[in-house]
Structures are given as C-alpha cells and as structure tokens.
C-alpha cells in the first residue's frame, strides 16, 4: 500500500513540475513578444506624440474588437480569477484581444499598465491550451494558474512575486500546495525565456544605504495609514467611476470617446506626457527622491479616466506609480529618506490594494534586494491587518480578519 501511495505521489510531482516547464516555456515566450511589442508601441509614442490625439480612435477601436467578439462586458482580471475559482470556462478570444488592446492604450498614451493584461494574456492562453489537453478539475485550475505565473514573470521580470501573486487567488488550501510547484516552476522558466530574447526586467535601486532604526518605525506607520486611505480612494475611483458613468452615459461608443479625449485634453493642458502610460518612470524617478506633491492625484484621475474610457491594461504599474510618489512627497514630510518612503510606497500601495501579503514582500525583495527588508515586512504587516475587502481584484486567499471583527463589533 505505501509503495502504492509513493508511486502515485511521485507522478502528480512530475506532472506537475512537467505543467510547469510546459507552461513557463510558452507563457514565457508569449509574455515575452508581449513585452517586446509594447516596448516598441511606447517607444513610438515617445517619438511621435502627436499619437496622443488618436487615442479617441483607439478606444472606440477597442471596444469595437470587444464587441464584434462578444465580449465587451468582460471585467477584465477579474473576470478570469471568478472563472478559474468557479472552475467556469475561459473565452480564449480574451488573448489575443489583450495583448492587441494593450497595445492600442500604450501607443496612444493611455494611463494603464501591462500587468493586469498579462494576466489575462496568461489565464485565457493557458485555458485554451488546456482544454486542448483536456484536462479537468484541479489539473486544470492548476495549469492555468501556471500559465498566468509565466506571463507576469516575463514581462515584469519578478518570478516569486507572479507565483505568489497568482497563488494567493481564493482557492482551495489542496490548490494552493498543489500549484505551489507548478507556479514557482513556471514563472522561474519564463524568466529566463524573458531573458532570452532580451526583456529587461523591472529593478529598482536604492542608491544609498539604509540602515535599519526603531525610531523610523513610528514615522512608517503613520506613512501606512496615509496609504491604506489612499488605497481606499483608488479602488474605489477605479471600480465606482466606471459603474457610475454607465448609468449617466449607457452609448458606450459616447461613453469611450468622451473619456479619451478628456485624457488627451489632460494632456495638452499639462503640457507634457508624464502621467500617460504605466507611470513606472515616474515610480523610479521618486525613489530617486524627485516628486511632486500632486504626482499621485494626477496619475489616480489620468488612470481613472482612463480606464472609465474602456481601455485596457492593467492598474498594478499606475498603483506602483501613485504609491511611489504618493511616498516620496509626504515621506519626506514626515522625515523618512524620501527613496525609502517611495519604495515603501510602491510595496505598500500594492500590498492593501491588492490583499497581497505574501507576494508584497517577494515584490520588495525582488525589486530591492534585502536591504530594506525589516521596512517592507513591518509595512506590509500594518497594510495588511488595514486591508478590506474592496480591493482592486477579488477573491484573495489572504483577507485581513481585524476589521471584519472590528465591524461586527
């Protein structure tokens, strides 16, 4: 019998880690031409701004792929976690009109990332792969959940951070093991695919070093309330602002050309193109200690417009943007290195909006090495247990249980 149990136990493994090389090598390479593709659109719109004022044409343009495929009431990430929980079929369509999408709001300028579409790049590619193999169950819950670990690790380039996030969908605790191989597998593999055809990965440097003090601690937890009030502000502009609009605006092909022009208007009133696109240069530039105290309400209203406009992308890079420099300008108020205030922006923001704990602190490490780790961990503590449910995406494995308690009482 224990023989038995063995033999069988050893085949899940290695159909597992086989899911997972399997999908870290095509999701990694699909991810990769992703990276490569909205690198050159932006790159073009940097050289050519004057596309900013086609941006109108390429919301309608989006909303017309979406709805000559029928799809144009899809929530977008969203969407494909409900799915994979309710063990629901994913419409295979949604990837390739993501990854054009995408592409249509980076090269005229809308305020998105590329994330949150990678994402859904991932979830529908490997949806489709798998009912190909048909698969069923959990072996198929688990190798969608791989195939949306490679996507992300290949075109952010942060292996641990994509298999955890990923793994902190609400499932199961027997998926969450289960998939636990498969996704670290996955996203390392499509990592180095990623590097393979030269996609650089997103590192962020502090340039000084920090050195851990009590005192700072006090000043880090008042920097946490202030972000978890924002966190609360943008979830709620995200997701309110479009229900809104529908009510008082249901032409959607009205509804999309009035929100991009508006951003385009934005544009031309500012003056330059800063707040367009991810938003991850200016996420850099304040931990170099350079923002402005209203960088991170701009960025909220361009992303918000932006997405109310139905132009897809992400919200992760915008969030790391509006965190960043939301830190960098009142961290430096409150006394804190204003790079450290930004990079526990940037980590913080994500953690409350996206009830992410675990993969926050991957993301810190990731993304800054271990330096000021101490700092990540005690930020992402106080954000998670400040947390509610109304966070950018649903069903999250970990969900802080103090103010629900707190409300019930």
């Given at each position: 019998m224990k023989h038995n149990r063995f033999i069988k136990n050893s085949l899940m493994f290695l159909k597992l880690c086989t899911f997972g090389l399997f999908t870290g090598i095509i999701g990694g390479f699909i991810g990769a031409t992703f990276a490569i593709v909205l690198s050159f659109v932006i790159n073009l719109r940097e050289t050519s701004p004057w596309l900013i004022l086609l941006l109108p044409l390429g919301s309608i343009a989006t909303l017309l792929l979406y709805r000559k495929f029928k799809v144009d009431n899809h929530r977008g990430t969203n969407e494909i976690i409900r799915n994979l929980k309710n063990k629901d079929r994913i419409n295979a369509i949604i990837a390739p009109l993501v990854f054009v999408s995408t592409a249509i709001t980076q090269l005229f300028g809308g305020s998105a990332g590329k994330e949150g579409a990678a994402l859904q790049l991932g979830g529908a590619g490997s949806s489709a792969i798998s009912d190909a193999l048909k698969l069923k169950g959990e072996q198929r819950t688990i190798f969608i959940m791989s195939g949306m670990s490679a996507t992300f690790a290949s075109v952010f380039g942060t292996p641990l951070t994509a298999a955890f996030f990923v793994l902190e969908f609400k499932s199961s605790k027997k998926i969450f093991s289960l998939a636990l191989i498969p996704c670290f597998i996955s996203a390392m593999v499509a990592k180095k695919c990623a590097s393979l055809l030269n996609v650089a990965e997103e590192a962020i440097h502090l340039n000084r070093l920090i050195t851990f003090s009590i005192s700072t601690v006090w000043k880090i937890f008042v920097l946490a309330i202030g972000l978890s009030l924002l966190s609360t502000v943008m979830c709620f502009a995200f997701e309110k602002v479009q229900i809104w609009i529908k009510k008082f605006i249901p032409n959607s092909f009205i509804r999309t050309f009035i929100f991009a022009l508006t951003v385009v208007i934005l544009t031309a009133c500012i003056g330059d193109m800063r707040?367009?696109?991810?938003?991850?240069?200016?996420?850099?530039?304040?931990?170099?200690?350079?923002?402005?105290?209203?960088?991170?309400?701009?960025k909220l209203v361009f992303t918000t417009i932006t997405l109310a406009a139905g132009l897809k992308g992400g919200e992760i890079v915008p969030t790391f943007c509006i965190g960043a420099t939301f830190g960098c300008f009142f961290g430096g108020l409150l006394g804190l290195d204003s790079g450290l205030a930004a990079a526990l922006g940037i980590i913080g923001l994500f953690c409350c909006a996206t009830n992410s704990f675990i993969s926050a602190i991957f993301l810190g490490i990731e993304l800054f090495g271990f330096s000021i780790l101490p700092y990540i961990v005690i930020i992402c503590i106080i954000l998670w247990l400040l947390s509610t449910n109304d966070g950018l995406f649903e069903n999250r494995f970990f969900k802080s249980p103090i103010l629900k308690k707190l409300i019930k009482h």
């Open positions: 707040y367009n696109g991810s938003g991850m240069n200016m996420a850099i530039n304040a931990i170099s200690g350079s923002a402005k105290w209203y960088d991170f309400i701009l």
